[in-house]
């Protein structure tokens, strides 16, 4: 069996229409998922920072740090229980010592 490689105008204007169309669909497919693809990042980024802002608690603007035991035992006798202190006026030790620390910080910054 012989088979010619010559063909005629037709058939290789068909082929090259098929090849053309074949082409066209695979970029279009490919531009579809690129786009998908971008899409979804972003989705997942917008959907990611409002997660982050819904889930804000307030250990997210705190600062721990440890006092040792003397200086609470200074400060309770020296500032809180002092005369005319936070304690004669029925001030929380807590928020007492979250006052004087914020004055003290304020005092050093400035």
Not at 72 to 98: C, N, Q, R, T, V
Request: with cysteine; glycine share 6%; net charge negative.
């Amino acid at each position: 069996m012989q088979f010619t490689c010559i063909q005629d105008e037709a058939t290789l204007a068909l082929k090259i229409d098929q090849l053309a169309l074949i082409g066209m669909i695979t970029t279009f497919i490919s531009l579809i998922f690129l786009v998908q693809i971008r899409r979804l990042y972003q989705g997942g980024k917008i959907t990611q920072l409002e997660w982050d802002m819904a889930t804000i608690t307030a250990g997210d603007y705190t600062v721990e740090f440890d006092i040792e035991q003397q200086s609470y035992i200074d400060w309770y006798d020296l500032h809180y229980k002092a005369p005319g202190g936070d304690f004669e006026k029925g001030i929380a030790a807590a928020y007492s010592m979250k006052v004087h620390l914020k004055k003290v910080v304020e005092d050093y910054l400035n």
